[in-house]
C-alpha cells in the first residue's frame, strides 16, 4: 500500500482537460466554494459559445438538448459502472482482509492492479469485441478498471483499524460480523470513501472513452471536434467533462465529510 | 464457592465466581514449545489474582484463555462449576468484563455508547442502560454530565482507562480479566487508578484476574499474586505477604527484587489500621461553634464536609479563630488517601500535609476519619505478627495431578500422583487427558505453598 488514495488528487485522471484549479482540499470553506467556480466556467463556457456564429454542423451538435442528453448518457455509464465497482470492491476488500482468507490477497490484488495497469482504451476495444459494441462492454471495461481504487481503499481502512479495538470488541462478545460492521467499518470509512471519489473521477473521464465503441456520452463531441476539425465542439466536450469530473469530485468530498464517524 | 479461600477484608457482598483452569495446555503450533503447559489454577470467587512473570512467559494467553479468546489445546476451564470449555464463546465473554492496555474504547463511539455496548447486546431497554451508565461513571470517579456524550480523543489516557473498566463492568459480570490495565499511563496515574480498583474491589468484590508486569502493582492490588515462568509454568503462588517475605526459589527471589521490607509497606492499607475520629461541621456553622467543638473535643483542627459529606477543608483552630465564616470552596491540595490506600502511599501525603495526618475518605469521596504518622507506624509494628488462617488456592504444572472439587463446599485440593486413590472421588470432567510420558516436570514444578496466607 504505497500510494494511499486519500490525498492523491483524483481529478488527474482527467488531466487531459484539467482546468488547472488549485483548491484547497482541507477546509469547510473550499468545499462551498468548489461547487459556485464549477458553475461560473460553465456559464463562462456558454456565455463564450452563444456569443459565437456557430456552423451549422456546431449548432445541431451544440444544442442544448443534445448536450444534455450527452451528459445524461455519460452520467449513466459512470453511474452503472460505479454501483458494480462498489458491488464488488468493498464485500472482497472485506472477504481479503478476513484472517482466514488473507493467503488470496497477494493474487487477487496482482489481478485487479493489471486490469488498472491496462491502457484503458485497450480495455475497452477488447470487450467491445467480446461482448459487441455498445454500453455494456464499456461499462465492464470501466468496472475493470476502477475497482482497484475501491478496493485497495478497503482494504487499507480495513488493515489501519487498531487490532486491538478488535480484540476489545470480542473480549466484550461481540461475533465477528458485529466487529466488522460495529467497529472495523466505521473506522474504515473515510479511507473507503476515499477510494470511491477517486473511482468516480476515474470513471467519469474514461468514459469519455465510451464513444469508440457506441455507448455514448460527452466523447462524442471530443471525437467528432478532433476528427471534424471543430475547435469550439472539441472545447465544449473537453470543459463540460472536466466540469463533471470536478463535480463528482464535489460530491464525493461533500458525502465524506458527512458520513465520516463523529470522534475521529 | 469456598469462602475459607478468600479474605474478605469489607463487608461488601462476594459478587465474584470461582474459576478453575483444569490441566490447561495451549500450543500455538504443534511442533513449538507450549505457552502455556499443563496449568492447573484455581481462582477463588471474590479475590484478586496477579499474574506476574518475564515477557512471553504465558500470562497473556492464560488470561485469554479464561474468556476463550484463545481456545486451549487440552484441559477444561471451569467456570462457578459449569465447563464452559464448549460453549458459545460470545455468550461466554458476555458474561466476562474484558479490560485491555489504554482502554481499548472505540473511537467513533461516545463514552455512553462504549459503556452501553454490552447491555446493549444483552438485550436491556434505553432507560436502564442511560442509568446503568451514569451509575458506572460515578463509580469510576467521572461527572457523567460532562463525561458521557464526549467521544474517547476528548478524554485523557486515565479517564480514558477509567471508561474502559466501567464497560468491562457495564452487564455487572462476576468475573473481570484485565490485561496490563495500567501500563499506558504515567505513573501518578496509575497510582490512583490502582487505588480506585481497590476502592470498588471493595465494593464489588468480583473475581478479578490481572496480567501485569510489575512487581509492584501484582503485590498492592492482588490477594494471591502468580509468578510465572516460560509456558506458565508456576514459581510460585501465594499471598503478596509471602511472596515478599519468603520467595519459593531464586527466581521469585529475582523477579522481586531488592527492597522487600519497603515494599511491605506497599502491603497494608488504610482501611487495615485504626482510622481516628475528628471534628466535622457543614460550612453552614460558624466557625466559633466549629472552634467550641473542636476545644470540647481536645483537636487542634476540625474537618469541613459537603453535603455528601465529602471533605472542603481542614482548618485549624487558629485559622478558625481568624475567620468570619467557614470554607465553602474544595481546597486543592487537601491531603486525602482512600480507604485503599497503601501506607506507602498515605505516608507520602502525611509527609508533604502541615498536619502531619490525612484524611480518609471511602467510596465516592465520603468522609471517614484520619490517619496520622504515629497510627501508621503503630500498624506497621502489629502486623508484622498477624496470623495467617485459611488456605491458599490451588497451582501445580503437574501433568499427573488431579483435582478434587467437595461437592458441598466446592472446595478445591490438588492430588499429586502419590496420592491418587486417597482422595473422595475424583474431580472428572470427562476431558481426556493425555498421559506424558515425557513429563519433564515432577512434582517439583508444583508450587502449593505450605501454608497459607490471609490477608490480615
Ligand atoms: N498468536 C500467537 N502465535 C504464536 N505464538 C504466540 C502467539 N501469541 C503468543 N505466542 C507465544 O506464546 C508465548 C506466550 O505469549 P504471551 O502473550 O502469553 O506472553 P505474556 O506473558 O503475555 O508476555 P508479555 O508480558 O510480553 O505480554 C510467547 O512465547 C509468544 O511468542
Ligand atoms: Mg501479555
Given amino acids: 500500500m504505497s500510494q494511499l488514495d486519500t490525498e492523491k488528487t483524483p481529478t488527474e485522471a482527467a488531466s487531459k482537460t484539467d482546468t488547472g484549479l488549485e483548491v484547497d482540499r482541507g477546509g469547510r470553506a473550499s468545499l462551498l466554494l468548489y461547487p459556485v467556480i464549477l458553475l461560473a466556467i460553465l456559464g463562462a463556457l456558454f456565455a463564450w459559445l452563444y456569443t459565437r456564429d456557430l456552423s451549422d454542423t456546431e449548432m445541431v451538435t451544440l444544442t442544448p438538448g443534445e448536450l444534455w442528453s450527452m451528459t445524461l448518457e455519460h452520467l449513466y455509464l459512470t453511474a452503472i459502472a460505479t454501483v458494480v465497482v462498489l458491488v464488488i470492491a468493498i464485500p472482497l476488500g472485506i472477504l481479503l482482509t478476513r484472517p482466514p482468507m488473507r493467503r488470496f490477497t497477494t493474487p487477487v490484488t496482482a489481478l485487479v492492479n493489471f486490469g488498472q495497469a491496462a491502457p484503458a482504451v485497450g480495455l475497452i476495444v477488447v470487450f467491445a469485441f467480446w461482448m459487441g459494441f455498445g454500453p455494456t462492454a464499456a461499462i465492464v471495461a470501466l468496472v475493470v478498471y476502477a475497482v482497484l481504487p475501491v478496493l485497495r481503499n478497503t482494504m487499507a481502512g480495513l488493515d489501519a483499524v487498531d487490532q486491538s479495538l478488535v480484540e476489545a470488541g470480542r473480549g466484550m462478545g461481540m461475533s465477528a460480523a458485529a466487529v466488522l460492521w460495529r467497529v472495523e467499518l466505521p473506522l474504515a470509512v473515510p479511507l473507503i470513501l476515499a477510494g470511491v471519489r477517486t473511482a468516480l473521477v476515474l470513471v467519469v473521464g474514461t468514459a469519455t472513452l465510451g464513444t469508440f465503441i457506441n455507448a455514448g456520452g460527452l466523447g462524442l463531441l471530443i471525437t467528432s471536434g478532433v476528427n471534424l476539425s471543430l475547435p469550439r465542439v472539441l472545447i465544449t466536450g473537453s470543459v463540460l467533462v472536466a466540469v463533471l469530473a470536478l463535480a463528482v469530485d464535489w460530491l464525493g468530498r461533500v458525502v465524506e465529510h458527512i458520513a465520516r464517524p463523529r470522534g475521529l | 464457592m469456598s469462602e475459607s479461600t478468600t479474605a474478605p477484608t469489607e463487608p461488601g457482598r462476594i459478587t465474584g465466581v470461582p474459576i478453575l483452569l483444569d490441566g490447561v495446555t495451549k500450543r500455538y503450533g504443534s511442533k513449538s514449545a507450549p505457552a502455556v503447559d499443563h496449568l492447573t489454577l484455581e481462582i477463588p470467587a471474590g479475590s484478586t489474582v496477579m499474574f506476574v512473570g518475564p515477557s512471553g512467559c504465558g500470562k497473556t494467553t492464560t488470561m485469554k484463555m479464561i474468556n476463550r479468546l484463545i481456545e486451549p489445546t487440552e484441559g477444561s476451564i471451569v467456570i462457578d462449576g459449569e465447563d464452559v470449555t464448549t460453549m458459545n464463546g460470545?455468550?461466554?465473554?458476555?458474561?466476562?468484563?474484558?479490560?485491555?492496555?489504554?482502554?481499548?474504547?472505540?473511537?467513533?463511539?461516545?463514552?455512553?455508547?462504549?459503556?452501553?455496548?454490552?447491555?446493549?447486546?444483552?438485550?436491556?431497554?434505553?432507560?436502564?442502560?442511560?442509568?446503568?451508565?451514569?451509575?458506572?461513571?460515578?463509580?469510576?470517579?467521572?461527572?457523567?454530565?460532562?463525561?458521557?456524550?464526549?467521544?474517547?480523543?476528548?478524554?485523557?489516557?486515565?479517564?480514558?482507562?477509567?471508561?474502559?473498566?466501567?464497560?468491562?463492568?457495564?452487564?455487572?459480570?462476576?468475573?473481570?480479566?484485565?490485561?496490563?490495565?495500567?501500563?499506558?499511563?504515567?505513573?501518578?496515574?496509575?497510582?490512583?487508578?490502582?487505588?480506585?480498583?481497590?476502592?470498588?474491589?471493595n465494593e464489588l468484590r468480583k473475581t478479578i484476574v490481572i496480567v501485569t508486569h510489575d512487581i509492584d502493582e501484582a503485590v498492592k492490588l492482588g490477594d494471591w499474586v502468580v509468578v510465572f515462568d516460560e509456558g506458565a509454568r508456576i514459581q510460585q503462588y501465594d499471598s503478596p505477604e509471602r511472596i515478599l517475605a519468603e520467595p519459593a526459589n531464586d527466581f521469585v527471589s529475582d523477579f522481586v527484587g531488592s527492597g522487600a521490607g519497603l515494599k511491605a509497606l506497599g502491603l497494608t492499607r488504610v482501611n487495615e489500621m485504626p482510622i481516628l475520629d475528628a471534628v466535622v461541621v457543614t460550612p453552614e456553622d460558624s466557625p466559633t461553634t466549629a472552634v467550641q467543638k473542636a476545644e470540647a473535643a481536645g483537636h487542634g483542627h476540625v474537618v469541613v464536609l459537603d453535603r455528601a459529606r465529602r471533605p472542603i477543608a481542614w482548618p485549624s483552630v487558629a485559622q478558625l479563630r481568624r475567620a468570619t465564616a467557614l470554607p465553602t470552596r474544595y481546597e486543592p491540595d487537601l491531603p486525602i488517601v482512600g480507604m485503599g490506600a497503601t501506607l506507602e502511599d498515605a505516608l507520602d501525603t502525611m509527609l508533604v500535609s502541615r498536619a502531619g495526618a490525612a484524611l480518609v475518605v471511602g467510596p465516592r469521596g465520603r468522609f471517614e476519619g484520619v490517619v496520622d504518622i504515629d497510627t501508621v507506624m503503630q500498624s506497621l509494628r502489629d502486623n508484622r505478627g498477624a496470623a495467617d488462617t485459611g488456605r491458599s488456592p490451588v497451582g501445580t504444572n503437574d501433568a499427573e495431578a488431579r483435582i478434587e472439587v467437595a461437592p458441598d463446599t466446592g472446595e478445591i485440593t490438588l492430588i499429586t500422583p502419590d496420592q491418587v486413590g486417597t482422595g473422595r472421588g475424583r474431580y472428572d470432567d470427562g476431558a481426556a487427558e493425555p498421559s506424558r510420558s515425557d513429563a519433564d516436570e515432577g512434582s517439583d514444578s508444583t508450587a502449593l505453598p505450605q501454608t497459607s496466607g490471609e490477608r490480615p
Fill in chain 2, 90 to 201: 460470545d455468550d461466554l465473554r458476555r458474561r466476562m468484563g474484558y479490560v485491555i492496555q489504554a482502554g481499548g474504547l472505540f473511537p467513533h463511539m461516545t463514552v455512553a455508547a462504549n459503556i452501553g455496548l454490552v447491555p446493549k447486546m444483552l438485550g436491556w431497554d434505553k432507560q436502564r442502560i442511560a442509568e446503568r451508565v451514569d451509575e458506572l461513571l460515578e463509580l469510576v470517579s467521572l461527572d457523567p454530565d460532562s463525561y458521557r456524550d464526549r467521544y474517547p480523543k476528548q478524554l485523557s489516557g486515565g479517564q480514558q482507562q477509567r471508561v474502559g473498566v466501567a464497560r468491562a463492568l457495564a452487564a455487572d459480570p462476576p468475573v473481570l480479566l484485565m490485561d496490563e490495565p495500567f501500563g499506558a499511563v504515567d505513573p501518578i496515574t496509575r497510582q490512583r487508578l490502582q487505588d480506585e480498583m481497590i476502592s470498588i474491589q
